[in-house]
């Protein structure tokens, strides 16, 4: 077995900076191609590796390090006085990592580190939790052993702030000194390596005495302070208290959880010395997506493991998040997050009613309720401000979760926790509908890829309903009195899906709970299950609410006509699963009891800028005029007869369940003319009236909306646009695309859909409208350094790993290997128009403007698919190539800018952007050069460069 001589380094774990989801993520590290055009990690095992933390790191021993995937597995853990922990640490090659007992850093002041001369190993982090079991119908909590950190240097010299609780080694039960923190790791323990990869590590601190040294900080004489009635730590700036360190008795019996966490930066590295002293060397960091997280559930007496308190797995939160670290810089395993955000955080985050007015420990609100006060006072005092909110630690990892992911829906306005962005729920958007709840929590078996993974206590949110889970998201109740609001009130509008909450009360029937022994009584897992169920039929919420029906539309055929060239549809809608085999006579209702219904039309590709067979559709008239596309809706093709726009054959289906209709308003021109034609059926539906959890409606209004995906089909006879993208990939985080966020009414579904109108012709104030461009900005928003104008999309934070592009794409499209005939005949996007000054007009990323304000570009290319005409684009329009078009929807550097324009532009060749059609296409079709490099196999190659 090969050995690794790994390196090590120090990250330190700010548990205080508490952190959620989006941003970026790391760059990573190139690979090599897949079979697949997915991507393989490079080999990351170099023949020896120094472990001298003084020596800066070869090139081969920082490429390992930054493509490290650590594997651990835990032998046992004793725990007699302090516990010791016997596992083993491995590369993704199984390859042993050893020497990490000597990746030691010294704290000491003239480093200007704050803690004392305490040895601390760099990389490894370890926590110990105890499971403690609920009380009064409570759900289980952990508690996190170690709310204790050793002195500052400062501290052991003798220097304390009224904020310190803090302990000396002669007062402490251990004989060490500590003082009181929020949850946190252990690693100034001892490690000893067997250089084989075994490792055993003793904390260094007793949790046998965590109790006693707690009531010992109590009663402590250094620092003595009483403030507000609460002694020794409730201080004006309201940083500790004793009494929310929680139960820290040592039980033999109970359900503990080790979690061992391995990241940070290569030793010999940044501040990753012996002495802490800056590195000459840059900082060389593992890949945080990659990093060791690790949990070990166990009883310390040999016993059985009979309770964990194992809720969401994290492959469940990789569907959309990718394995993605979400915090801390390291973080993306729920189950460690759960062992230091704890209702013990509220340790370190103390708010004091005289600094602002209001309850102790809970944040300042406004007198409706819905507003915090606004964040003032000192940096302390702004963290401490919305610790606690309704009795309830924000930090606490389920409050502080679905906070995070309830976001725009929660009731209260202006979160900030923290003093931080993390902290600005508010702020957060959330790609599907809240109520799938079981998109992360699930006690059922996975039978589908998208469901999420199946859990001990997946079933908890429906079984055991609590103040803490359902107050999370339900934030505008005060349990304490029933007071509040458990929604807020929404409007009857597209923007809210068209849901009326009018139960916008408080607590049901003005009942106050002081415990959750009650919740149950109400709100049974069957009461909660039909609660959290959507207007649609998704894998992880297959069963609708009540009042609502599962549409499904299965488009069988289109056929075209060879003299008329008008196209002819077959198809068929199921109802809850059974087929609606007859329409009534009626143009505002074919089926009894809904409203609108679907559309029908045909996309395809007209010859284009010399292009004779286009790859991408531009059939859709989206001009500068703003005319809209070609469809036809089933109220406009009955009674049978039809109108001018087309008619059905019959209103009654045929034996088999299908109905025919020929559009008279849509032209679909001959293989001669046109390759690409794919016929498309979709639109959602409205239902009327609603159930009794919706406001009463009439016929006349709207009523419940009903989203239904789309159905396509080729066209016969003809062939149909490339894929690039898979609707089920768009699911494992929107779980039903269009519906949330709401895209155009709930009635686009799939993304080749999307490509028929989001075309290169399609353009806003200046920015593409183009799939390839507009769909990589919206995602991109946290890269892109310029708002991306199109609709004012501005900056949407991306969830996953950005640079996984195998997240939304099929194997080898980024690259073009699969889809290599479509580059000679890809469109370029046009902007036209004229566009205004100010925050919208297209720049790059460095402020550098694109175009110029007042200026009249021009009218881009038009069809007229009713006619089956074409105009042509102006040639004073801008275009930008295709392939750097849309690179530059994510790379929008003033460098990068350069880099495509640049390289190879010569006569008609290389990158294009924003450049005049009249220069840009002198002489005729122009190439691009993009592929020398960026192809499949070749040394950037795109699906290489960019996997996680």
Known sequence: ???????????????????????????????????????????????????????????????????????????????????????????????????????????????????????????????????????????????????????????????????????????????????????????????????????????????????????????????????????????????????DMGDLSYDPNATYRLAIMFYGNEPGTGSVTPTGAASSAAAVPMNVNTTGMYTYDFVPSGGKVAKARNIVDI?????????????????????????????????????????????????????????????????????SMQAVVNGRAVGNFPNMIHKIHMGEGLVLQNYNFNNAGEGQFNAFGYPEDQRNCTKCHSGQTKDNSLKAVKTTDGDNWMKVPSRLACGSCHDGINFADASGSRLPLQGNNAANRNRVFVATGGHA??????????????????????????????????????????????????????????????????????????????????IAGYTNGPSFTVAYALPEDGIATPADFNSTPWSATGSSIATVKLTELVPAAGGTKGALSSLAADGSGYYTATLNT??????????????????????YPVDTQNAAVSYNSPGMRIPVPASMVVVTGYSDRRKVVDAAKCGSCHEQLGVQPT???????????????????????????????????????DKRKATYGFKDVGSVGYPGILQDCNQCHLPNTVNFGANASAVSNLLWTTAAGTFSAGAYLPKDGDGNALATAGTAYGVGFAADISAGTTTPADATTLVSSPIAAACFSCHDSKLAFDHMTGNGAVANTGGHLYEARSTAMAGGTTSEQCLFCHGQGKEQDAAVVHHK
Not at 7 to 16: E, K, Q, V
Not at 195 to 220: E, H
Not at 673 to 678: D, P, S, Y
Request: charged share 15%; glycine share 10%.
């Open 666 to 687: 849509v032209i679909v021109p001959s293989t001669s003319t046109v390759k690409i034609a794919r016929g498309v059926m979709y639109g959602y539906y409205y239902k």
């Open 1 to 243: 077995m090969k050995l690794t001589l790994v390196r090590a380094s120090l990250i330190a774990l700010a548990i205080s900076g508490l952190a959620g989801c989006g941003g970026g993520g790391s760059d990573g590290i190139p690979g090599t191609p897949g079979s697949d055009g997915t991507t393989t990690p490079i080999s990351t095992t170099p023949s020896i590796v120094s472990v001298d933390t003084g020596v800066t790191p070869s090139d081969a021993a920082a490429l390992a390090w930054k493509n490290l995937a650590p594997r651990i597995a835990v032998q046992g853990v004793t725990i007699q006085s302090p516990p010791v922990v016997n596992f083993t640490l491995t590369d993704q090659n199984s390859n042993p990592i050893v020497g990490l007992e000597n990746d030691i850093t010294l704290y000491n002041a003239t480093t200007g580190n704050t803690r004392a001369s305490v040895p601390y190993n760099q990389n490894l982090y370890f926590v110990l939790a105890k499971l403690v079991p609920g009380t009064g119908h409570a759900p289980d909590k952990w508690v996190n052993m170690r709310t204790f950190k050793p002195l500052t240097n400062a501290q052991a010299a003798g220097t304390y702030t009224g904020a310190d609780l803090c302990i000396s080694a002669s007062e402490s039960p251990d004989g060490k000194a500590w003082c009181g923190t929020y949850p946190s790791a252990d690693n100034d323990g001892t490690l000893v390596g067997d250089g084989k990869g075994g490792y055993t590590y003793t904390f260094r601190l007793d949790v046998t005495k965590s109790a006693a040294i707690v009531a010992a900080m109590a009663q402590a004489t250094n620092p003595a302070s009483t403030v507000d009635g609460h002694a020794n730590g409730a201080s004006a700036d309201g940083l500790t208290r004793a009494a």
């Open 509 to 590: 029937a003005g009942t106050g709970l002081s415990d959750d022994s009650q919740c149950s009584s109400c709100h049974t897992p069957d009461m909660i299950a039909l609660q959290h169920r959507t207007e649609v039929s998704t894998p992880n919420n297959p069963d609708i609410r009540a009042g609502s029906t599962k549409i499904e539309y299965e488009l069988k055929s289109v056929t075209v006509d060879a003299g008329t060239h008008k196209p002819t549809f077959k198809f068929a809608i199921t109802m809850d699963g059974a087929k609606v085999t007859t329409l009534a006579d009626s143009t505002a209702s074919p």
């Open 315 to 383: 492959d469940s939160c990789a569907s959309c998040h990718d394995g993605k670290a979400l915090a801390h810089g390291s973080r993306r395993d729920p189950n460690v997050c759960v062992t230091c955000h704890t209702d013990q955080v509220k340790t370190t985050f103390y708010y004091l009613s005289t600094l602002a007015g209001g309850t102790n420990g809970e944040a300042p609100r406004e007198v409706d309720g819905i507003t915090f006060k606004a964040v003032t006072g000192t940096t302390p005092q702004k963290r």
């Open 743 to 781: 895209i155009h009414s709930t009635d686009r579904t799939d993304p080749n859909q999307c490509a028929i109108c989001h075309n290169p012709n399609l353009t806003n104030v200046g920015w593409s409208g183009n799939m390839s461009t507009f769909i990589h900005a919206i995602h991109g928003g």
